[in-house]
């Protein structure tokens, strides 16, 4: 499944498309592979490759559902991998965790958060599916603006982490 910005009404303009990483692709994001993909230099990132794990275990473990894994954030402009999005399970009681992260040379660019709205907008509109959330350390301002950018709102704060929510 590819989702592009379109698919939300906020995203002003199309800079990114998301392209859903099938498990064999995933295991071998996981093991230093490109997972199929073309990466601006310094990608992808270690966090790609721990959800792009995540992805290839619950496929060996039977519990992998299409669509609530991993998904590979590409720039509209030239098709180049620029990070990955995903999310941790499938939504649990109507609740579902996103993470993310971008190769450090694409940051500051608005990819991140027209991914974020995006691959949102479209978990929201599952059967089902009320509430997204997403953690980030105290100190990790600039995932907590993307966060903010993208409707979010900080729902609780301890020491380690903060919590941010995006209700349907």
């Known amino acids: 499944m590819t989702l592009t910005p379109q698919h939300d009404p906020q995203t002003a303009s199309a800079l990114v498309t998301l392209h859903e990483v099938a498990p064999p692709a995933a ?21 790609t490759r721990i959800g792009a794990g995540l992805v290839a275990k619950a496929e060996g473990e039977g519990t992998y559902v299409p669509g609530w894994g991993v998904y590979v954030i590409a720039r509209a402009a030239d098709g180049l991998a620029v990070g990955a999005m995903g999310f941790h399970t499938a939504p649990v009681d109507g609740r579902v965790e996103i993470g993310y992260d971008l190769v450090s040379t694409a940051r500051g660019h608005g990819y991140a958060t027209a991914a974020l709205r995006s691959l949102t907008a479209w978990a929201l509109a599952q059967a089902g599916v009320t509430t997204v959330y997403a953690r980030t350390e105290p100190d990790n301002t600039p995932s907590q603006r993307v966060l903010q950018r993208a409707g979010f709102r900080l729902t609780g704060r301890t020491d380690t982490e903060c919590t941010y929510e995006l209700s349907g």
């Open 27 to 47: 295991a071998n994001l996981a093991l230093g592979g490109d997972g199929g993909f073309d990466w601006i230099e310094g990608g992808p990132e270690e966090g």
